[in-house]
Each structure stands twice: as C-alpha cells, then as structure tokens.
C-alpha cells in the first residue's frame, strides 16, 4: 500500500506558476505510475498528467500540455507537477494518485489508479 500526501496547493495568479508536491510512503514508491487528476464540485475527476516509474514516458492533458510538467524523484518519493501560465480553468482540487506495482504503463482513466491521496486545493485569481 502507499499513501500519498499532498501539498503545494493555495491561491495563484493568472499567468503565474503554483509547483505540487506529493509525497509517498513505502519502499514501493518508485515501483508505481503515478498521475495527477483534478476536480471541481458537481464535475468529473479529471486527468492532468501522468509518469511511469523512470520518467521516461509522460502523458499530459491537452489542456494542460506545454504548459504543466510533471516530474519524480525516487530517491525523495516525491512526484511533482509544475504548472505555467496558470488561468482560471486550473482552479481545482488536485489528487496525486497511484497505480499498483504490477501496472507499469501510464493511464488516463481514475479507476486505474488504487492509491490516492487527499486532494489540495489550487486558487487561481483573475
């Protein structure tokens, strides 16, 4: 099992930058994909960005492609996603998540993750 804790979150301007942090506990960290969903109420989770165990594959959202990145470091079990040119559509709650150990591609879909964490709040101002 790994859990997952969240930080990173708070009020942003328009145009301007918020990094995320999310932290995992275990020796497994590494193992896993993990990915960062958002949400809004009455709205569906939705998938922002996703990386494998190595960094070597990264998916991100066309919403958010060129302008998020997300990124991991093992050593740290720490996964981060770094977010430019925010505007008011990236107001959300932001879940880090996890896929189990034996599931080594990314996924854009919520139910593939089995680890979550509790979620932190982004603000954007206009």
């Known amino acids: 099992q790994v859990l997952l804790v969240e930080s990173g979150g708070g009020l942003a301007e328009a145009g301007g930058s918020r990094r995320l942090s999310c932290v995992g506990s275990g020796r497994t960290f590494g193992m896993h994909v993990m990915a960062w969903f958002r949400q809004n109420p009455g709205k569906e989770r939705e998938f922002v960005a996703a990386i494998n165990w190595d960094g070597t594959d990264r998916d991100l959202a066309d919403s958010v492609h060129g302008r998020f990145t997300i990124s991991r470091d093992n050593v740290k079990n720490t996964m981060y996603l770094w977010m430019n040119i925010l505007n008011p559509e990236a107001a959300a709650v932001y879940y880090c998540?996890?896929?189990?150990?034996?599931?080594?591609?990314?996924?854009?879909?919520?139910?593939?993750?089995?680890?979550w964490g509790q979620g932190t709040q982004v603000t954007v101002s206009s």
């Open positions: 998540a996890a896929r189990p150990a034996q599931d080594v591609v990314t996924s854009r879909r919520a139910a593939a993750y089995a680890y």
